[in-house]
């Protein structure tokens, strides 16, 4: 078992010889031996403080945590503090078998994760349409229920932690309220009312599931109230694809208190950003469907909407970069802030754009915008961003070619100069930081101290190491200072990580690990949701 100790049995001693006194010299031989030194204690320098087993502190794990504001070199608990804080995994739950998926070259299994508003416990929605419930300080499964025939699509607790959400991406897309100590429903929601249905797809249509209607976004507001996003895109027995979709925000006993728009749109509304203090919701819109678009609708930009009545206030739209592009995406690279009178747009072409509140465009920054490799253009795209105080964050994908471009099924001749890369730039525009390593960047995370930043890491596309899985530590905050010396931690896990990440109000770091398919033809990693400090 790993793990376990084993422990060698001695052997018989031999029968001592009967001479004089022998038996006195052996005592006073042994008496007089020195006494084995205790082996030392083991010590992990954490990002704010010390995590040991037998130490003292708040239990977690395996190990004890305790606060210490230590520098590198310093000399602790008998050990010298390392240049980079250690991380160190205190739990692994596995979550089943999704090697079919993998070995048949589909998507990375979908998993949200959400931690308690306290902390101490850590809700999984998983890809096989479960919802698990963690306890975060001895890693054991304190509850466990199958919810959809599908996935479980998002995760989210109330703010005094009493009830846990759960949305689905099945035919009823049903939206779940609760009891997080049974996991029984408090009350449901079928969201499937409002934008239609699909039926399940054949097991081996590895996309299908993508058909299916979802609660795609639950932001959970500091009133209790809900935000959900309820998209629905799919191909009818006519070929022609159709999409549905509605923001609703919902009270906390399940009724639906407002809606935008007032029916369900022709478009995909994913993920919402908000901005409960100046009651703002920036949604982006996009769309799949075959034929013209609404024209209410801003399709590849945002509506910016009014939080307690959803009615639009503002829309912002980006033209398309010609020549490589002849349309926008967003994803979920957005933000608003009220405070700031700002809107931030990552977009699916590499572009930054920083707006008013208004709807008027300030500042458009490359960011990973097409460039030219020789004669092929090459782009990394905006998938994931967030304003931060006076601050934009964004983080840009590997190199792609432009689907625009001549031969966009090509792989990129070099890699774009801003691909991978942790980016924060003044609201003005101007750079603070940047942080590019050999990471292949998956997902951000910005933690409750609104300070550290997680940033996953994915299955890399160039080459086949396994030593670059898992996740970056930084921190946003401090004087300004370059990117590398930002950088507090790396966890390193056994697979690839899946782009959605948690973060504690302790610190505790949920990741969710995939397993990947390998260069030949083989399934490497597991499917794991492991925690580490």
């Not at 959400?114 to 479960?130: M, Q, V, Y």
Request: hydrophobic share 40%; glycine share 10%; proline share 8%.
């Amino acid at each position: 078992m790993k793990g376990a100790i084993h422990r060698r049995a001695h052997p018989r001693p031999r029968q001592a010889k009967r001479f004089p006194r022998a038996p006195i010299v052996a005592i006073g031989l042994l008496a007089c031996a020195p006494t084995p030194a205790p082996p030392p204690a083991e010590v992990h320098f954490v990002r704010g403080g010390l995590l040991q087993r037998g130490g003292e502190g708040s239990p977690i794990g395996e190990y004890r945590f305790q606060t210490i504001d230590w520098n590198p070199g310093e000399s602790h608990a008998g050990q010298v503090a390392p240049r980079l804080a250690e991380c160190v995994r205190i739990a692994s739950v596995e979550l089943g078998d999704a090697s079919r998926v993998a070995a048949a070259g589909g998507p990375a299994p979908d998993t949200d994760l959400a931690f308690s508003p306290d902390g101490t416990r850590l809700a999984i929605g998983s890809f096989r349409g479960e919802v698990l419930l963690v306890d975060v300080a001895t890693g054991a499964v304190h509850a466990r229920r199958t919810l959809a025939e599908s996935m479980v699509r998002r995760v989210a607790w109330s703010p005094d932690g009493r009830t846990l959400y759960a949305g689905e991406q099945s035919p009823d897309a049903t939206l779940h309220a609760l009891d997080p100590d049974t996991l029984a429903d408090l009350w449901t929601l079928r969201l499937a009312d409002r934008v239609g249905t699909s039926v399940l797809p054949s097991g081996d249509d590895l996309y299908g599931i993508y058909s299916l209607p979802a609660a795609y976004s639950i932001e959970v507001l500091s009133t209790g109230e809900l935000l959900v996003s309820a998209a629905h895109g799919w191909t009818a027995e006519d070929g022609n694809r159709h999409n549905l979709s509605q923001l609703l925000r919902i009270a906390p006993d399940g009724k639906v208190v407002a809606a935008w728009p007032a029916e369900p749109a022709d478009a995909t509304l994913l993920h919402p950003a908000v901005d409960e203090g100046g009651s703002r919701v920036a949604m982006p819109v996009n769309r799949t469907a075959a034929g013209d678009p609404p024209a209410d609708l801003p399709v590849g930009g945002l509506e910016v909407l009014d939080l307690a009545t959803l009615t639009p206030l503002a829309a912002i739209q980006v033209p398309p970069l010609a020549p490589w592009y002849t349309s926008t995406y967003l994803w979920q690279a957005v933000d608003v802030s009220a405070a700031s009178d700002t809107v931030l747009l990552g977009l699916g072409d590499g572009r930054v754009v920083l707006a008013d509140t208004s709807g008027k465009q300030r500042i458009t920054l490359a960011g990973g915008s097409p460039i030219l490799a020789g004669d092929v253009p090459i782009a990394a795209s905006v998938g994931h961003a967030f304003l931060h105080h006076d601050t934009a964050v964004y983080l840009t994908s590997g190199t792609n070619i432009p689907w625009g471009a001549a031969a966009p099924d090509l792989r990129p001749p070099a890699l774009h100069p801003a691909s991978n890369t942790v980016t924060v730039v003044g609201l003005d525009g101007s750079p603070r930081w940047s942080f590019r390593g050999e990471w292949d960047v998956q997902g951000m995370t910005l933690a409750p101290d609104e300070r550290t930043l997680v940033v996953g890491a994915g299955e890399r596309q160039s080459d086949s190491r396994r030593d670059l899985f898992g996740a970056m530590v930084f921190d946003l905050g401090g004087e300004p200072r370059p990117g590398e010396s930002r950088l507090l931690a790396t966890c390193a896990t056994e697979s690839p990580v899946f782009f959605l990440q948690a973060v504690s109000s302790a610190g505790v770091i949920a990741l969710s690990e995939v397993p990947w398919k390998t260069s030949d033809g083989g399934v490497a990693g597991r499917y794991a949701v492991s925690l580490f400090r």
